[in-house]
Structures are given as C-alpha cells and as structure tokens.
C-alpha cells in the first residue's frame, strides 16, 4: 500500500487517551498513592496534583477538539466513586457524568474505562486481585457506573491491560503490591479475566447500549537462538491466554509500545544501534500494524487502538511515531481487518507510575505548577490525519518542533 494515498474509513475514531489517577491529582483513596509515599517502593515522586484534570477538564476536552480528534479515551475511578465498601458517592458519579456530556458536547465519542490500574485501599487492604471478593465488587462497581452513565457511555473498556497489571505487580515488583511471585502472577491473571467477565455482564445488563471489551497490552515478539521456550512461555501468559478469552466481547483493545526479545536467559537489551524512547525500550512505531494483525487474526473481533505513543523531548520524534504507526494501521485497514479506532497516549504530559514526571508522551504540555496546557507541534501534525482521513496529510506536514 502507498500509504500516501491511504484513507481511513468513514466514523473511524482518532482520538487520545488518560487515565484518572494519571491527571486527576489527589487521588489519597487509592493503593496507588498508598505505594508512591511507601519508602523503598521506586517511585520517582508521588502524583500529587498530577494535572488537575479533576477541576480542569473542560479544559483538556477543548485540547481534545481543538487537536481535530473526534473521540477521547478517559477512565473513572473507582477509589472515589466507592470510597468505602458498598459506599457510592453521588458527587462523583455526577462528576463523571458531567466529564462525559462534556464529550458529546463537543462531538467527541467518549471512551470510559472503568479500571486503570488503581484500586481504593480498602480494597487493596482486603488483598487485591487475590482476594476472593475482588470480582463480585468489580461487577458492582461496574453496574454502578453502568446505571450512572450508561446512556451517554460510546464505549466501554472494563480493565485496562489487565496483563501488566499482574506483572508489574506480582511478578516484577513494581506495582502494587509490589510482589514477585511467579505462583501469585499466574493466579492473578486468571483472577483479572474474571473480573472483565464480571464488568462486562454487569454493563451489559445495565442502562444503555454500546460496544464492551477490555484493552490488552501487546509487543512484538521475537527469539534468538536458544530463546524460544522464554518466548513462548512470554506470549502465553501475557497474550495468548487473554486472546482466548475475548469470546462475547465486542471489540478488543490493542495498546502497543515496543518490540521485546528473547534469550535463554529471558529478555535481552534492545539491539545494539537500535533507536531507544526517553522510557529506555526501543523504538518501534511498527509495533502498531504488526499487533492489530496478530489480535485480529487470534480472535476475529473488531480491533481499537486504544493507546500507542512514545516518550521523547523531541517532538518530530512524536510525529515521526505517530505517522508510522498510522501507516501500520492504515495497512491493515486496507488488507481488510476491521480497525475501529486509533488513540495517542496521551493527550497531556502526566504522571507515568513509578517514573513520575520524568517522562514526555503527551500531544500538549503540563505546566507543573501553573498547570497550563500548552499543545505541541506533533498535535497539530495528527490534527492533519484526523481531519482529513488521509495519511498524506502527515506525510507533507512540516516535522515536528
């Protein structure tokens, strides 16, 4: 395919993407605000303020618009609309009805994630993803939100990468609870497919009606010689097993970054010359195409990009991402797949976990003590594709700055 000639398809949805305790600031319910102040825990500094988006929202739904996208990918949080168990707080709920009017406002489909990766302590003081409650009250969260927003929800992701979140947290240490144990990794992946089936049914059987799924982190996997059982093994418990349990689902959502590969040892260091992101892993824009083909093919659904992006100070270096990840995309359009969407992370510099502020994705600046929104050039660049449909427009745009 010419990818100069490439078009996206009529209502297909350009967007950028948050999370809540990433721009909300002041997120104390949480387990992981609990985590940023725990001494020896890695994180670079706590959120704090984060973006204060909880009071600047309208704000960042005009930085959305004016962008030129036509949906916006945020999520709720569950620490402040159930502060304590079986406790819903009208106000949040309402403030979250009103964060997703906003959308539809202005014309954007809003695209509400229910889980991203924080819990309310009281939740995490009952043990987590291995407490034997912990998929019931995701349901009841769920059927919450569902009676609260449903109506105006355009589509729903119950868990965001549900895959990184066992990890990060019961195998690498670092995520709450910050544990590493290959037993409690395995039993909490199974544990968070159970939580997306009790999420999705509760929505389902609520008010509204609109497309339901979850988002699944995925890489590009590759072996050296010697590798092959590490790789297998990688994209059995971090892919596969997920893949599979998407029956019923209406879409899945695809977030990829960069490409991973395998020794005898387990993972190796990029490849020597390789270009690397401000995060440390390569740079791989191409990861884009070459996931939506593999989650296409393994499980027949639509498929969203629900978040790709890079970390970087230098922002022709996001446009550069961005238009070859619009390529990758625009490629598996045209070979037929059914690609529904695609989403930057993210739309403001934020809190990136255990890397605090250090760390650049956003599409706009975040001024850490004014809290001022500045776009930058690659927003505009995007701006070209999303609203023209056409990847040329990218391509004849002026490099980022």
């Known amino acids: 395919m010419d990818a100069r000639t490439g078009r996206f398809p009529t209502g297909f949805l350009f967007g950028t993407a948050s999370a809540a305790h990433q721009v909300e600031g002041s997120n104390t319910n949480a387990d992981w605000w609990t985590f940023e102040h725990r001494e020896g825990s890695g994180c670079l500094e706590s959120s704090g303020d984060a973006c204060d988006s909880w009071h600047r929202w309208e704000e960042d739904l005009d930085l959305v618009r004016a962008i030129g996208l036509n949906s916006y990918r945020f999520s709720v949080e569950w620490a ?9 707080s009208v106000a949040a709920l309402d403030h979250y009805r009103r964060l997703t009017e906003g959308c539809l406002e202005r014309g954007l489909v809003p695209v509400v994630t ?10 995490a003081d009952r043990g987590g993803f291995e407490s034997p409650e912990v998929a019931g009250r995701m349901g009841s969260y769920a059927q919450r939100v569902g009676e609260a927003l449903g109506d105006v929800i355009g589509i729903a992701c119950t868990v965001n990468e549900p895959n990184i979140v066992a ?3 019961y195998l690498l240490g670092a995520f709450p609870p910050g544990a590493s144990d290959r037993a409690r990794f395995e039993a909490v992946n199974e544990t968070m497919r159970a939580c997306h089936r009790e999420m999705s049914g509760a929505l389902r059987a609520g008010r509204g009606s609109y497309p339901v799924g979850f988002t699944l982190s995925m890489t590009e996997m590759e072996a050296e010689a010697g590798g092959e059982a590490q790789l297998a093994e990688a994209i059995e418990h971090l892919e596969d097993a997920y893949l599979r349990s998407t029956a019923g689902d209406d879409f899945l959502g695809v977030q990829c970054y960069t490409r991973l590969r395998f020794g005898s040892d387990g993972p190796l260091d990029i490849p020597e010359g390789s270009r690397r992101t401000k995060m440390g892993y390569e740079f791989r824009p191409e990861v884009a195409g070459h996931t939506v083909r593999r ?3 393994a499980t027949g659904l639509p498929i969203v990009v629900t978040e790709t992006g890079v970390s970087t100070d230098d922002d022709a270096e996001r446009t550069e991402f961005l238009r070859v990840a619009l390529e990758g995309v625009s490629g598996c359009i045209d070979d037929g797949i059914d690609v529904r969407g695609f989403f930057y992370w993210t739309l403001l510099d934020n809190f990136e976990w255990t890397h605090g502020y250090s760390q650049h994705f956003g599409l706009a600046s975040c001024d850490r003590t ?3 929104r500045r776009l930058k050039r690659s927003a505009l660049d995007f701006r070209s594709v999303a609203t023209t449909g056409r990847m040329g427009a990218l391509l004849g745009s002026h490099p980022g700055q």
Do not use: N, S
């Not at 402040?80 to 819903?88: K, L, M, N, Q, V």
């Not at 229910?114 to 302590?121: D, G, S």
């Open 114 to 123: 229910l889980h991203h990766f924080t819990l309310p302590q009281w939740m």
């Open 295 to 297: 989650a296409a093919e």
């Open 370 to 372: 004014t809290f001022e």
């Open 167 to 169: 990890l990060m947290g």
């Open 80 to 88: 402040r609309i159930e502060p304590a168990p079986g406790e819903f």
